[in-house]
Nanobody, 118 residues
C-alpha cells in the first residue's frame, strides 16, 4: 500500500502547516500510521505516529509543536505543525508501521515538501 501525503509548502519560521495523509479504509482500520521526514543529506526519521486506539509517539524535537490526529470519518491522518523551525525543512511522508517507527509496512510515496524559511 502506498499512502499519499499532501499539504506541504513554504512557510516562515514560527508559522504553521497541516499535512494530510489519505489512507485506504482497510489500512486505516488496521494499522498504526506515522509521519516521517527526510531532510537533505540526512536519513529518513519518524516524526510522529498514531495507533488505531489513538496512542501517539513523537520524536523529541517536535514534542509540544506537532500534533498527529486521525479522522475516522475521512480515513485521514493529519500532522498539525506549529512553531515551525528551519530545521523542520524536509520532505514529509506518511506510511503504515509500528508506533516506535522502527518498521514500516507500505511503499514510500512521493511525499510533500515543507520548507521553513528563517
Amino acid at each position: 500500500v502506498q499512502l499519499q501525503a499532501s499539504g506541504g509548502g513554504l512557510v516562515q519560521a514560527g508559522g504553521s502547516l497541516r499535512l494530510s495523509c489519505a489512507v485506504p479504509r482497510r489500512t486505516f482500520s488496521r494499522d498504526t500510521i506515522g509521519w516521517y521526514r527526510q531532510a537533505p543529506g540526512k536519513q529518513r526519521e519518524m516524526v510522529a505516529a498514531i495507533s488505531i486506539d489513538g496512542s501517539t509517539n513523537y520524536e523529541d524535537s517536535v514534542k509540544g509543536r506537532f500534533t498527529i490526529s486521525r479522522d475516522n470519518a475521512k480515513n485521514t491522518v493529519y500532522l498539525q505543525m506549529n512553531s515551525l523551525k528551519p530545521e523542520d525543512t524536509a520532505v514529509y511522508y506518511c506510511n503504515s508501521g509500528t508506533l516506535s517507527g522502527g518498521m514500516v509496512f507500505g511503499r514510500w510515496g512521493q511525499g510533500t515538501l515543507v520548507t521553513v524559511s528563517s
